[in-house]
């Protein structure tokens, strides 16, 4: 029973370059949550996706980021001209349904470092 | 903004002796609370919870209690052991929703 999958598990990309992570959600959910942990600090929600839906995207920056969840395939977190702010692990995690919040299982990050 | 608080960043704790972990929080519409424990280059991983209507939940050498009118909780681990090094982040929920809000994380180190 494999857990969220996350790849790559790090990812390297030059100032201006686009970064595409991708999040597996465990088999049967069908809610995905995004975060972002800075260096020395917690996670932040980004966004909050079900099968082709955008439920809740209060945590992402106005530019340059956006996320989808298509009804075939892995979750999508898609940044585009990075910048060494966005330099974080980004942690994908996963639902069944709506509901508590310890259902959400975390994947295991994937660590962007903008040189 | 920072609505959920871990003031103490890090805690070093003798093996077999209590660790106590705490958190603050300032947004009364949370009502529920979790612990999570993280190991370097992994995901955090679940460890407890409690909800606002209770004011403490035991699973095995966790406890966590929680103090709603002083908007603090806190965790608890005894025995410590080895194992038990990592970094634990506090997190909150507010009712029917999903996204998590975290602390700043405690590293906790226990010398064997």
């Known amino acids: 029973n494999a857990g969220v999958m996350q790849n790559p598990r790090h990812l390297v990309r030059r100032r201006g370059q686009e970064a595409r992570l991708r999040c597996s959600p465990m088999?049967?959910?069908?809610?995905v949550y995004w975060y972002r942990q800075l260096p020395e600090e917690g996670l932040k929600f980004m966004v909050y996706l079900q099968k082709e839906n955008i439920i809740d995207e209060s945590g992402m920056p106005k530019e340059r980021f956006s996320a989808e969840f298509p009804k075939e395939g892995p979750s999508i977190l898609r940044i585009q001209q990075v910048v060494r702010g966005d330099s974080a692990a980004y942690f994908c995690?996963?639902?069944?349904?709506?509901?508590?919040?310890?259902?959400?299982?975390f994947g295991p990050g994937t660590r962007l470092l903008v040189l | 903004d920072q609505q959920v608080k871990q003031n103490s960043p890090s805690l070093s704790v003798q093996e077999g002796r209590i660790s106590i972990l705490n958190c603050d929080y300032t947004?009364?519409?949370?009502?529920?609370f979790l612990w999570y424990k993280k190991y370097p280059a992994e995901g955090p991983t679940f460890l407890i919870s409690?909800?606002?209507?209770?004011d403490k939940n035991e699973d095995g050498r966790f406890t966590v209690f929680l103090n709603k009118s002083a908007k603090h909780l806190s965790l608890h681990i005894v025995p410590s052991q080895p194992g038990d090094s990592a970094v634990y982040f506090c997190a909150a929920l507010r009712a029917a929703g999903n996204k998590l809000t975290f602390g700043g994380g405690t590293r906790v180190l226990v010398k064997p």
């Open positions: 995690a996963s639902s069944p349904s709506q509901g508590e919040a310890e259902t959400q299982y």
């Open positions: 409690i909800s606002s209507i209770k």
């Open positions: 088999k049967g959910h069908s809610h």
């Open positions: 947004n009364s519409m949370f009502d529920y």
